[in-house]
């Protein structure tokens, strides 16, 4: 081992700990079961940065786009904040849920069709609550029969869940 380790602040036995942090988690951590790796999943896409500079985010002379490029930087809003923010936009918030649209429409996996789907009714949700807009051609029927689904999915977290149940409850309103 190189014994330059002296211009570093870490001694090579701390280093050596330090890099085998992340393998000792993965041994010592159960077996996940299905539902728990989806709300893992959930999770991991609802603190995701979203890529404003996607194809996805319409045409690249959009002033919008470069706004969000600057704001987005270390800065950037997580997929769960824009959601939850009453100050959100409803032009993020459709935006959001053409993002996951595409998702769940190029899902290589059940489990990914599942979580992406919730963000994208989570946003046609927070356009209801926070916004009361349809964002969507499904009608209120539909949508309530599938807000109430995920009212009862275990692995989605009691925050989204509220938002489904406060959107379904619009809707009922509507139908």
Not at 71 to 100: C, M, V
Not at 166 to 175: E, G, L, R, T, W
Request: charged share 25%.
């Amino acid at each position: 081992m190189d014994k330059n380790y002296k211009n570093s602040s870490f001694k090579p036995k701390v280093l050596v700990k330090l890099l085998n942090i992340g393998s000792e988690t993965d041994k010592t951590k159960p077996n996940l079961t299905l539902e728990q790796q989806k709300g893992e999943l959930l999770r991991f896409h609802l603190r995701e940065i979203l890529p404003y500079n996607s194809p996805l985010f319409d045409d690249p002379s959009d002033i919008f786009v470069h706004l969000c490029r600057e704001a987005s930087g270390s800065n950037g809003e997580t997929t769960e904040s824009l959601l939850f923010n009453s100050n959100t936009t409803l032009t993020i918030i459709q935006r959001i849920k053409n993002y996951y649209k595409y998702l769940v429409t190029t899902a290589e996996s059940e489990m990914e069709h599942d979580v992406t789907a919730v963000i994208y009714y989570a946003a046609i949700a927070s356009a209801f609550v926070n916004h009361e807009s349809k964002i969507t051609k499904f009608s209120y029927s539909d949508l309530i029969q599938t807000f109430s689904q995920y009212l009862k999915e275990e692995w989605i977290p009691p925050r989204l869940v509220e938002l489904f149940r406060k959107a379904c409850q619009h809707c009922q309103s509507k139908d």
